[in-house]
């Protein structure tokens, strides 16, 4: 198998989150009803006294039944004249009410297209950094593998799910006079405007594993596989093999499950070697796996949610199942810093720094302080995660060759006196072929040929 080393340039910046607040204006207010005052009175008396005036003056002439018509008619007119201006401020009221409250339901419409757009740049924001499970193949062979690195906020954390979280476009509902007081569609609009858009659906639910000293898995068996896979699959894309290792504690059964695994550069021994090279690190007893881990995490300290891993002391990610851990261990326990057990062996200790996620008919549930909410939760397919895990195997960081200093010592000399002998005039015209062929029987040669096949610059 060819070595394929992975050049990891500066981390590319996703897009940015629409974080803000915005103060809502306040509802249109009920107008005041009309009151008949001493003013009104005054108003309408003048339209009175001349109705009047005008049936005195036909009543007291002599005329026919022409001028007794013509003196009624006018008569009514000025009474209906006068019962129109009484009517009039109400329907002036409730016609500017109804503008107002178009007005504001505009507004509302607007800031509903605003809500919409930061909510769909925030969903593109977070999967950025939390994308589905079907999009880390593609990821793997890309710029990003391996993007993250210890000293970055999002190290070790992965996603379990998609669900609704808070909006980071903050919508502040104003300051009002009593609700009786505001125009009733219009409040009830903003109240219903402020609740449905003070979270947003369809948003990736991140853990950050190094909290905790453990993540205990229950429900449905299948399903929990399924989770634990891509959550495995996550971590193997972003984290380089130097800063992040995976292993595997399990039986029979639980090893052909996680038979895929041995194909990460992760799951690599980084010194012990056999004859198919670097030793897998998977055992089924606990004693055998730590011995296999070594000292430098056997002797850690206990955990300690605020170190930071390194080179040096990379975290660790121990998949267990069908093995039960023993209640005294360090793993249940007080915890090793900067190390990790998924847990789905059914043992359910629980415990201060212990995460548990229950899967089942889809969806996970996961603690979220005093509350438990729930999440459509990731699936990653046996066939999935073995293909994803075949394409990372030859992948190797810059720090992961470890050739002898002669191993090209034999062809370059086969070069430089192939150049003495028929000429420096064009080099490049000679070949290098038959040189390379002598690297088979140099004795320090590299048992696999090195290629730089991803550049992430």
Same mark, same amino acid.
């Given at each position: ?41 005054? =108003?309408?008396?003048?339209? $009175?006294? %001349?109705?009047?005036?005008?049936? !005195?003056? @036909?009543?007291?002439? *002599?005329?026919? #039944? ?89 190290? =070790?954390?992965?996603?379990? $799910?998609? %669900?609704?979280?808070?909006?980071? !476009?903050? @919508?502040?509902?104003? *300051?009002?006079? #009593? ?135 990379p975290f660790v990610v121990v998949i267990a199942q069908g093995v039960r851990i023993p209640a005294s261990s360090r793993l249940l326990g007080a915890g090793v810093r900067g190390l990790v057990v998924l847990d789905a062996t059914g043992a359910m200790h629980g415990g201060r720094d212990v995460l548990r996620l229950t899967v089942r008919d889809g969806e996970v549930e996961y603690p979220s302080g005093e509350d438990t909410l729930s999440a459509e939760a990731d699936t990653l397919s046996p066939l999935r995660a073995e293909m994803l895990a075949r394409t990372m195997a030859p992948m190797r960081t810059g720090s992961g060759l470890d050739l002898a200093p002669d191993a090209f010592a034999a062809p370059l000399t086969c070069f430089h006196r192939r150049v003495r002998l028929e000429g420096a005039a064009a ?31």
């Amino acid at each position: 198998m060819s070595t394929v080393v992975v050049k990891r340039s500066p981390r590319r910046e996703g897009p940015d989150v629409p974080e803000d607040e915005v103060e809502l204006a306040e509802p249109p207010v009920l107008g005041e009803p009309a009151t008949a005052d001493f003013g009104s009175v005054l =108003a309408y008396l003048p339209m $009175g006294l %001349g109705a009047v005036a005008i049936v !005195l003056m @036909f009543s007291a002439s *002599r005329g026919g #039944p022409t001028t007794y018509m013509m003196s009624g008619m006018m008569g009514v007119a000025m009474v209906s004249m006068s019962v129109s201006q009484l009517g009039r401020n109400g329907a002036d009221r409730r016609r500017r009410m109804r503008a107002e409250r178009r007005d504001y339901l505009r507004y509302l419409a607007q800031q509903r297209r605003l809500a919409t757009q930061a909510a769909t740049a925030q969903r593109a924001a977070v999967t950025w950094d939390n994308p589905a499970p079907d999009d880390l193949l593609t990821l793997a062979l890309g710029p990003r593998v391996w993007e993250r690195r210890p000293g970055h906020d999002d190290f =070790a954390r992965v996603r379990v $799910g998609v %669900g609704t979280r808070k909006a980071a !476009l903050e @919508f502040l509902p104003p *300051r009002t006079r #009593p609700v009786e007081d505001l125009e009733p569609l219009s409040a009830i609009s903003l109240r219903r405007f402020t609740k449905t858009h003070q979270t947003v659906t369809g948003l990736p639910i991140p853990v950050s594993l190094q909290r905790f000293t453990s993540v205990e898995f229950a429900g449905d068996g299948a399903s929990v596989l399924e989770l634990m896979r891509a959550m495995v699959a996550q971590l193997a894309v972003f984290h380089s093999p130097d800063e992040l290792r995976i292993a595997v504690l399990a039986d029979a059964a639980g090893r052909a499950e996680w038979d895929w695994v041995k194909w990460l550069p992760h799951n690599a021994h980084p010194q012990d070697q056999d004859a198919a090279g670097p030793v897998r690190v998977a055992a089924e007893d606990l004693d055998a796996l730590m011995e296999l881990l070594g000292p430098d995490v056997r002797d850690r300290p206990d955990h300690d949610p605020e170190s930071s891993p390194s080179t040096a002391e990379p975290f660790v990610v121990v998949i267990a199942q069908g093995v039960r851990i023993p209640a005294s261990s360090r793993l249940l326990g007080a915890g090793v810093r900067g190390l990790v057990v998924l847990d789905a062996t059914g043992a359910m200790h629980g415990g201060r720094d212990v995460l548990r996620l229950t899967v089942r008919d889809g969806e996970v549930e996961y603690p979220s302080g005093e509350d438990t909410l729930s999440a459509e939760a990731d699936t990653l397919s046996p066939l999935r995660a073995e293909m994803l895990a075949r394409t990372m195997a030859p992948m190797r960081t810059g720090s992961g060759l470890d050739l002898a200093p002669d191993a090209f010592a034999a062809p370059l000399t086969c070069f430089h006196r192939r150049v003495r002998l028929e000429g420096a005039a064009a080099p490049g015209s000679l070949g290098v072929g038959p040189c390379l062929r002598t690297m088979a029987s140099t004795p320090d040669a590299p048992s696999t040929p090195v290629m730089t096949g991803i550049d992430a610059s």
